[in-house]
């Protein structure tokens, strides 16, 4: 069986075009002066940041707080935003990166992904060919042996389908390493579905 | 390298369901709130140093007084350079 996860396998209808994050920014710039404004960005990413949020938390009430917190946060360093060309999500990914990373420091928990099923379904179906059969269970049981940088990277380049641009934003590292080190989860990933199939 | 557990969710969050956390004038009171709080903070620090620049400037102050007290033998110097009846004689 053939395992062949694509590299470029995103979904575009996510992304926005160059002139609406331009128009963004337009956004933000207005929302410095006068926070009321702050309102359409809250509204546009309170979902995304959630989901993005629940899948590293897998409980709702921490979520909804870390959510608020990463809202609130940007609010306030509003200011210190800088445009570099990537959708203002980006930036609001970073925040709540950082919001999970500390509240794991701060309660020594266990790091948790949470995947929703129709997501690697939608994965599978875009990646493997429809004679073959994988399951679900097994791809996740071999994930769990990627270290988690890892799988930081497949999880923002496939379940949040950002562009490579945006992976280097938010994990603040250059987009030849987003790049290098997605290619490299990927062919991990692929050696490690072939070696238990063998 | 952290250990990490990968769950997967059968069912998917609903639009509603997260609505139902989505607050924003509750963001808002704490925006003005923090906001309040850091200006506060910005008076109280602001305070605290003309307190220190007045702390240190009486210090000083007190400390440079003594010095002013010294020079008693430039006085006498000075008064030996007048002479009183230098004025007297030349009137004379």
Known sequence: MEVTFDLKVIDYSKHISQEEILREFETVKHAVKDPAQFQILYDSYFNVIFNYIYRKIDDEDITADLTSQTFFKALGNLKKYRFKGVPFSAWLYKIASNEVNRHYRQTNKKLVFSFEEHEFEHL????????????????????????????????????ESKSFEEIAYILEISEATAKMRTYRAIEKLRKLLKRREG | MRKFDIRLRRQQFTQ?????????????????????????????????LILIIMILLAFFDTVEQPDQKKPENEQVGLNMEINPYAFSEGNK
Not at chain 1, 134 to 152: A, K
């Open chain 2, 16 to 48: 509603s369901r997260i609505e139902r956390h989505k607050n924003y004038q509750s963001l808002m009171d704490r925006h003005h709130e923090a906001n309040k709080r850091k200006t506060r903070g910005v008076m109280v620090l602001v305070f605290l």
């Open chain 1, 124 to 159: 599978i179906e875009q990646n493997v060919e429809e004679d073959e059969e994988l399951d679900i269970g097994h791809i996740i049981r071999q994930m769990q042996r990627l270290c988690e940088s890892d799988i930081e990277v497949l999880e923002l380049r496939f379940f």
